[in-house]
Nanobody, 125 residues
Framework: VQLQAFGGGLVQAGDSLRLSCIAS????????MGWFRQTPGKEREFVSA????????LYGDSVQGRFTISRGRGSNTVYLEMNNLKSVDTAVYYC???????????????????WGQGTEVTVSS
């Protein structure tokens, strides 16, 4: 299983950025996908999750209303549209797959079985 996340970069506060993640090698026919982020010395923080067909979405409190998660046509791709970025959004962003509790979106990192390598987002104020 491989998850490739990309799209991170250096932006200014108020800017927008779109992260993408492509999953491959997953044998399950359906799986949920999520985004987490982490800064040095802190635990991984839930950002957003989406069900296999995109019907259900979940957001962390700190990004609600600013970030939008979506799935690609083939469902093996997940996007995170990030608007009105703030300096507190600076982190390494990880995409993840949950193929055990499909349809029950989780904020818990332990629920996700596969992880990407992360893409770094830096927001300057």
């Amino acid at each position: 299983v491989q998850l490739q996340a990309f799209g991170g970069g250096l932006v200014q506060a108020g800017d927008s950025l779109r992260l993408s993640c492509i999953a491959s090698g997953i044998t399950s026919s359906r799986y949920d996908m999520g985004w987490f982020r982490q800064t040095p010395g802190k635990e991984r923080e839930f950002v957003s999750a989406i069900s296999h067909y995109g019907s259900y979405k979940l957001y962390g409190d700190s990004v609600q209303g600013r970030f939008t998660i979506s799935r690609g046509r083939g469902s093996n791709t997940v996007y995170l549209e990030m608007n009105n970025l703030k300096s507190v959004d600076t982190a390494v962003y990880y995409c993840a797959v949950d193929d055990r509790t499909v349809g029950i979106l989780s904020r818990d990192a332990a629920s996700y079985d596969y992880w990407g390598q992360g893409t770094e987002v830096t927001v300057s104020s």
